[in-house]
């Protein structure tokens, strides 16, 4: 069974690298950065997709921008070439797809206990607009051509939480691993939308889609909790997006500071 991992020399690519071997997967680690045994390429590159899918039997598509930024760098990574990579999966036969979502996805939904991970969508910037997208991509992909789609809402990925605000959202690099792993192995996903965040006292929100599938987080921000700095009221506390939902995260000031 092998893998097929696009942005491997990321933050999260470069986590799993240590990691997912060690669950039984053969891993292609795929990034126009460099990544050691990995293969170089671009996923706006229909030819490079194709090379690396060869032989795959799922993708997990980390590859694009991280964050927020003008529409056109949007798009180039997040819309085209997500695209990409979802039809050189079909063209390659490849049946299972695990794609980085994220809250951004749903920030300006009110932060309430209970909240399912696929409520709809409200993103708080372009690059939630994005993570949409991706997840009604993917749903399509899967309705039309069977393929099993995980869309994995991520929080806040940090080798551990840095302030008070991140204690609900915190993915941690050992679950981050855990939740790949139990989306390449169930045999109960067709499509699902799981929140990508660990096993955090602070978070209130309903984890049963995750859960489905078989992961089973094991870290709680809630370690770290003494060691942090006292938060100041900020009014997007109650938002899931935090401060992406503020002003400052508009179309003009993100083009304004690039
Ligand atoms: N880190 C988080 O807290 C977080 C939270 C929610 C969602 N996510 C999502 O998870 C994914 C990975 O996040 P990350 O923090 O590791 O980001 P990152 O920026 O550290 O890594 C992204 C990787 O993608 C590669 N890449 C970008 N464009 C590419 C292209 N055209 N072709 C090939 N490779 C390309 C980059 O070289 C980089 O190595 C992203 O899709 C991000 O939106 C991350």
Request: proline share 9%; charged share 25%.
């Given at each position: 069974m092998t893998v097929l991992v696009t942005g491997a020399a990321g933050r999260i690519g470069t986590a799993l690298q240590?990691?997912?071997?060690?669950?039984?997967w053969e891993v292609r680690w795929f990034d126009r950065a460099s990544v050691p045994d990995g293969i170089v390429g671009d996923i706006s590159s229909s030819d490079d997709l194709d090379a690396a899918m060869r032989g795959a039997t799922a993708v997990v598509h980390l590859a694009g921008l991280p964050t927020e930024a003008r529409w056109e760098q949007i798009r180039e990574a997040n819309i085209d070439g997500l695209v990409n990579v979802f039809e050189a999966a079909r063209r390659a036969g490849v049946r299972r797809v695990v794609y980085a979502s994220s809250i951004h996805a749903v920030g300006f939904q009110p932060d309430t206990a209970g909240l399912p991970a696929d409520s709809p969508p409200r993103p708080d910037t372009l690059y939630g607009v994005s993570k949409a997208f991706g997840e009604t991509l993917g749903r399509y992909y899967a309705d039309r051509y069977g393929l099993r789609v995980a869309c994995l809402r991520i929080g806040t990925f940090e080798d551990?939480?840095?302030?008070?605000?991140?204690l609900p959202t915190w993915l941690s690099p050992d679950d981050c691993a855990r939740l790949v792993d139990a989306c390449l192995r169930s045999?109960?996903?067709?499509y699902s939308i799981v929140w990508?965040?660990?096993?955090?006292?602070?978070c209130a929100w309903n984890v049963d889609s995750g859960y489905a599938l078989g992961y089973r987080p094991m870290d709680d921000a809630e370690t770290y909790a003494g060691a942090l700095p006292a938060a100041e009221d900020d009014?997007?506390?109650?938002?899931?997006?935090g401060g992406f939902t503020s002003p400052g995260f508009g179309i003009d000031e993100v083009t304004s500071r690039s």
């Open positions: 240590s990691r997912l071997p060690g669950f039984g551990r939480p840095r302030h008070v605000r991140t045999d109960d996903l067709s990508g965040v660990s096993a955090n006292t602070r009014p997007t506390d109650g938002l899931v997006g």
